[in-house]
């Protein structure tokens, strides 16, 4: 049974930091899977925030470039989004994506002062 958990969600003021982390159980091979991060903003769609491939490639959409990074650890078979310089605007629940397959049931991150 395959599995994705995120965490490290929670209240920051603007400016501030958050790593948020994606634990997966039960996905074969996952080293080969192109991982990703979205979010869906109060009352908004999900959409793509950040992308990693198997071979350690990144893509990000513009809002977030400079200011997010995605990580990858397929020892551990987990994958990370650390968020910098947090803005009002990037509140929302953020989902992990083993792209094309499985996801992550969100976690919140709220960006207020």
């Known amino acids: 049974q395959v599995e994705l958990v995120e965490s490290g969600g929670g209240l920051v003021q603007p400016g501030g930091s958050l790593r948020l982390s994606c634990a997966t159980s039960?996905?074969?091979?996952?080293?080969?899977?192109?991982l990703a991060w979205y979010r869906q903003p109060p009352g908004k769609q999900r959409d793509l925030v950040a992308t990693?491939?198997?071979?350690?490639?990144?893509n990000y959409i513009a809002s977030v470039k400079g200011r997010f990074t995605i990580s990858r650890d397929d020892a551990k078979k987990t994958f990370d989004l650390q968020m910098n310089a947090l803005k009002p605007e990037d509140t929302a629940v953020y989902y992990c994506?083993?792209?094309?397959?499985?996801w992550g049931r969100g976690t919140q991150v709220t960006v207020d002062g």
């Open positions: 994506h083993v792209m094309g397959s499985y």
């Open positions: 039960g996905v074969l091979l996952f080293s080969g899977h192109a």
């Open positions: 990693i491939n198997s071979n350690g490639w990144t």
